[in-house]
């Protein structure tokens, strides 16, 4: 924790630097100088390290936080207890970023402690394993259950996948090593996503979100669904 503040400070104290003077280091191209630079917490799954990394890291200032040193391996409930201590610390006007976590209730779940941004492979990395994310959970297309399914995998999605092709059809790509398998099936566990942060986003806008929570944990289920 400390090391990554020593590494915060350096790296802030050099951007500003290139900012600021950039005919100082001919040898760096600065491609984006207007980025933003995120400062990133650690502390592991202690609440006073993680307080302590917090202000720091705030002491330096950054446009944006990022909560690091989760989703690596740890029970989900202290994954959200350590969100929900160490998020409300960070500045309300700068985005905060939670590294590396994906399933889609932990992104509600987590955005409910007070995150707005994610990042994680599990969309596309699901997708390339056959796995589908809907509104009900994870539908694992190589079950023989769907070999003759007319279905498209989540008949209320809008994707290009679900509005083009039947689970029968992404199966057999699928069981036949065909790489169009995983394209069409990242198509929509993006799309799952990117709309599933739309409608978050739209429900904190009317101050419906915990409408959607709640509505939310009770049809998602992080075990294979019979859809
Ligand atoms: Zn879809």
Known sequence: MERSVRWARRARARLIELREDPASAPAVIVTNPGQAQFGIVQGGTDPALRTESVQATVAIGFEAYAIGGLSVGEPVDVMYE????????????????????????????????????????LP??????????????????????????????????????????????????????????????????????????????????????????SEFLQTFSRRPQPH
Do not use: W
């Open 82 to 121: 350590v969100v929900g201590h160490t998020a409300p610390q960070l500045p309300a006007d700068r985005p905060r970023y939670l590294m590396g976590t994906g399933m889609p209730d932990d992104l509600v779940e987590c955005v409910a402690r007070g995150v707005d941004m994610f990042d994680c492979v």
């Open 124 to 213: 596309t990395r699901n997708a390339r394993n056959g796995q589908l994310l809907t509104q009900h959970g994870v539908l694992v297309i190589k079950n023989a259950q769907y070999a003759t399914d007319g279905r498209p995998p989540d008949p209320d999605c809008g994707c290009y996948t679900c509005r083009h092709f039947s689970r029968a059809y992404l199966r057999h790509l699928y069981m036949a090593g065909e790489m169009t398998a995983a394209t069409l099936m990242t198509v929509h566990n993006l799309y799952f996503y990117l709309d599933l942060m739309r409608r978050i986003r739209d429900a904190i806008g009317f101050g419906s979100f915990e409408k959607l929570r």
